[in-house]
């Protein structure tokens, strides 16, 4: 098992940048592929990024392709969303969550652990 803390969450200003990350506790963080994913009032859990065990694979959802970067650090039993070029469009809780399997990354569902978020409000 495994418990998730993001962290990094704010407010600021259209085209600014922030960088959330998440802490993990235990010994095993690096048998779990992580991802990042947003949930806006009224709207469902959106699949933003996911990074594989060792790092050696990201993926990404078109709408922040190219202005997010997920990372992680294994020794650090944590994970990063460095986000830049943020929108107004971009607020919303921020959630890292855990998953033990291999393929598929961008169902919610299929993630086994969740943080309790953090809120990033982008004002225009």
């Known amino acids: 098992q495994v418990q998730l803390v993001e962290a990094g969450g704010g407010l600021v200003q259209a085209g600014g940048s922030l960088r959330l990350s998440c802490a993990a506790s235990g010994r095993t963080f690096s048998s779990y592929k992580m991802g990042w994913f947003r949930q806006a009032p009224g709207k469902e859990r959106e699949f933003l990024a996911a990074v594989s065990r060792s790092a050696s694979t990201t993926y990404y959802a078109d709408s922040v392709k190219g202005r997010f970067t997920i990372s992680r650090d294994n020794a650090k039993n944590t994970v990063y969303l460095q986000m830049n070029s943020l929108k107004p469009e971009d607020t919303a809780i921020y959630y890292c969550?855990?998953?033990?399997?291999?393929?598929?990354?961008?169902?919610?569902?299929?993630?086994?652990?969740w943080g309790q978020g953090t809120q990033v409000t982008v004002s225009s």
């Open positions: 969550a855990a998953d033990t399997r291999v393929y598929g990354y961008k169902s919610a569902s299929q993630y086994d652990y």
